[in-house]
Structure formats: C-alpha cells, structure tokens
C-alpha cells in the first residue's frame, strides 16, 4: 500500500494538527499500517501507509513523516 492523498492535503491538513490524527491499525495478515485523517471532515482517510511487520516500524513511519513531510518537495508527474 502507498499513500493515497496528494502532497498538497496532506501538508494543509498537517499544518492544523489539532484537527488531523494518525491510526494505527491491523491488516488481515496481522501487519501494521497507519492512517491519516482530518477529524473534523469526512471519514475517509486522506493517506495510508504501507505495511509493517512491526508496531515499532509503523510509529518510526509516522515521527519521519511528521519530521519531514512540511519541507518535502512536490514532484507533479502529471
């Protein structure tokens, strides 16, 4: 599984943090991945990770993605 939302939701929704919240959750094959969604819109998620064999990997996936994601650059292949 890859991201599933543009760079530009994902930086707008991190910016209001109060508002937005990973989940940490199981797939089928007892994996880890998360989701991030913004509380105060619609249920859908707007970005899932791929799989983790393991807790730990998932959260480390989720502290580098809050480090560096505002600063990342957008390459538009479209």
Not at 18 to 41: L, M
Not at 49 to 73: G, M, P, V, W
Request: proline share 3%; with cysteine.
């Amino acid at each position: 599984m890859g991201l599933l939302s543009s760079p530009q939701n994902s930086l707008a929704a991190m910016a209001v943090g109060d508002q937005c919240v990973f989940k940490i959750r199981r797939s089928s094959n007892n994996q880890f991945y998360w989701t991030f969604h913004n509380v105060r819109g619609n249920t859908e998620p707007m970005a899932q990770s791929e799989t983790y064999t393991s807790k730990q990997s998932c959260e480390h996936s989720i502290d580098q993605l809050k480090r560096f994601a505002a600063n990342a650059a957008i390459d538009d292949l479209s």
